[in-house]
């Protein structure tokens, strides 16, 4: 079992920048495609970025595509989220997740394992 732990949110205006990253404990953390979504009050918890356990593959949500880069370093057990150009609509918690699935995958159902998320505020 994997533990994650979020961290980087806070306020930032729109256009400026911010880097989330997910430290996670416990075995293996490369036998897993890592995620991130985010939630905004009110709205479901929808997907934002993946990338595969390699590192070589990623895949984005249209509304961040271009603007939204994910990372990982398994020697570190870290997964990075580097958001430029943040919008308001860009308001949200985000998590971390963690898939065994062996493709990469964008639903919710795909992933066990969650961080508590970090709060994102884009002010306009």
């Known amino acids: 079992q994997v533990q994650m732990v979020e961290s980087g949110g806070g306020l930032v205006q729109a256009g400026g920048s911010l880097r989330l990253s997910c430290t996670a404990s416990?075995?293996?953390?490369?036998?897993?495609?890592m995620g991130w979504f985010r939630q905004a009050p009110g709205k479901a918890r929808d997907f934002v970025a993946a990338?595969?356990?390699?590192?070589?593959?990623?895949y984005y949500a249209d509304s961040v595509k271009g603007r939204f880069t994910i990372s990982r370093d398994n020697a570190k057990n870290t997964v990075h989220l580097q958001m430029n150009m943040l919008k308001p609509e860009d308001t949200a918690v985000y998590f971390c997740?963690?898939?065994?699935?062996?493709?990469?995958?964008?639903?919710?159902?795909?992933?066990?394992?969650w961080g508590q998320g970090t709060q994102v505020t884009v002010s306009s």
């Open positions: 416990g075995p293996s953390f490369s036998n897993y495609n």
């Open positions: 997740a963690a898939s065994s699935f062996v493709q990469i995958a964008t639903a919710r159902g795909a992933y066990a394992y």
């Open positions: 990338i595969v356990r390699t590192g070589d593959t990623t």
